[in-house]
Structure formats: structure tokens, C-alpha cells
């Protein structure tokens, strides 16, 4: 249908009152709108109603539980002591880092240098006298972190070793390193001191070596990832040392030492 002057006039007249109506309702919008702020508050505790167990439930549950029970306290071996987390070095840390650094050997069939541990790879404070049982040591490590086997350039180790000492030292074996003030002062591996020209193998969580705790200067370097984690490093040399019929003992050795 054509459109004639009447239309037009009507179609800008219906578009006046439309723009008219919008701009009055806008209006009364903002003058409308008021500003509220508290002038008291009031708090109230309630206590959550103490239920009965759901018999049923716990019928379905306590098979489950029981297994998971008997495999968490079964008996690894038994310490004379208790081992403790600290640093610089910790006889907690050393047995953990030596325990690594044995079976990553073994799982591998090559030789490895040294293994390191950053302290917050380790999540509880310390492992108490006699019983080690698999639940402490699920509590110790309890993330799957794998054990990566890697190439290390000399050069890199000694930025490496940089990067503990400024952290304060982390737990080593099969090294041995000295800091002041936050700054490396020599590194032995394997009983001779660090080369930079020289290529060293290493047993090292995945989490470090993708660039954890700020190690990125490790994420390019050729690794090699074994199916084991470092908890089953733990639990399998545990395991031997019993069959040895030998008890855990606190190791201090000063592999770690940090000069005030």
C-alpha cells in the first residue's frame, strides 16, 4: 500500500509521543531511584540440628570403608625416631630425597646423578616413632606427581642450585651444596664438584620439572617420564627396608649447608 501525506503525518506524530513517552519514564526512573545505607546490623548463630546416621547408607559404605581402612594401615617399616621437615636440610627430607634417588635407579636400569625435592613437595610436617604406615605416606605425598629422568646441562644445574639456595635450600641426594645470605656458594655431585661443561642425569617430580615453583629454566630439557610416581618410590623402598629387617633412622649429614 502506497503511503499518502496523512499517513506520514501520523507515523511522525506516533514517533513524537513514542520519543516523549520514553524520555518522561526515563525520567522518573533516575529521580525515582533512592540511595540506602545500613544503619544498624544484626547477626544471629544457628546451630545445625544434629542428625541420626543414615543406617542404610552407612550399611552401603562401611565394606568400602573397611577395605580402604585395612590398605591404609598397613605397616611399611618403623622409625626410631621422629623425622622432621625443616630446612635447610631435614633427616625427614634426606630420607625421602635417598629413597627417590635408590628407586628412580632402579625403575629407570640407568644412572642418576641426584634427585631434589622443593619443601612444599612435602605436605606434612613430620612422620612420628615406630609404625610407618601407607595412610602417613599417602598423607606425606598425596598427590600422583611422576618421576621424570632428565638431561641437565651443568650450566642449568648451577642455576638450579641458585634457584634453592634463594629459596632457603630444598632437600637434595646425591648432591651436596653450600649458601650465604640466599647466594650458591659450590655444588659437589656425586663427591666432585660441578662442572658446567658437563651433562648430569636427574630424578625430579613432574610438577618441577614443567616449571613448578618457579623452575622454569627446566621446562625445555630433554625428560623421560617413568610410570611410577615419587609415593611409590617411597612405599617400595620402605618396603625393602623392612624385608631388611632395618629400622628408619634420623639422617643429618650436612649435605645442605647454609652459612650465617
Known sequence: ??????????????LRQCVVFLLIANCLFIFSCKTYRPVR??????KIAQTQPDEKLAAIIRPYKDELDKEM??????SDTVLTKATPESDLGNLMCDLILK???DYCNCPVDFTFLNNGGIRIPNLPKGKIT????????????QIVIMKIPGKTLDTLFSHMAAKGGWQVSGARYAFKGGKLLWVYIQGDTLQANKT???AVSDYLAQGGDNC???????KTTLQQNLRDALVDGL??????????KSIIDGRVKKIE
Not at 134 to 145: R, S, T
Request: proline content about 5%; hydrophobic content about 35%.
Open 73 to 78: 594401615n598397613v605397616v611399611l617399616a618403623e
Open 1 to 14: 500500500m502506497r503511503n499518502t501525506p496523512s499517513h506520514k503525518r501520523f507515523h511522525q506524530i506516533a
Open 200 to 202: 648430569y642425569t636427574a
Open 216 to 222: 622454569t629454566f627446566l621446562t625445555s630439557l630433554p
Open 103 to 105: 628407586k628412580s635407579r
Open 239 to 248: 618396603r625393602e627396608m623392612q624385608l631388611r629387617g632395618e629400622k628408619v
Open 134 to 145: 601407607y595412610g602417613k605416606i599417602m598423607e606425606l605425598m598425596p598427590f600422583d606427581n
Open 41 to 46: 546490623y544484626q547477626t544471629q548463630q544457628n
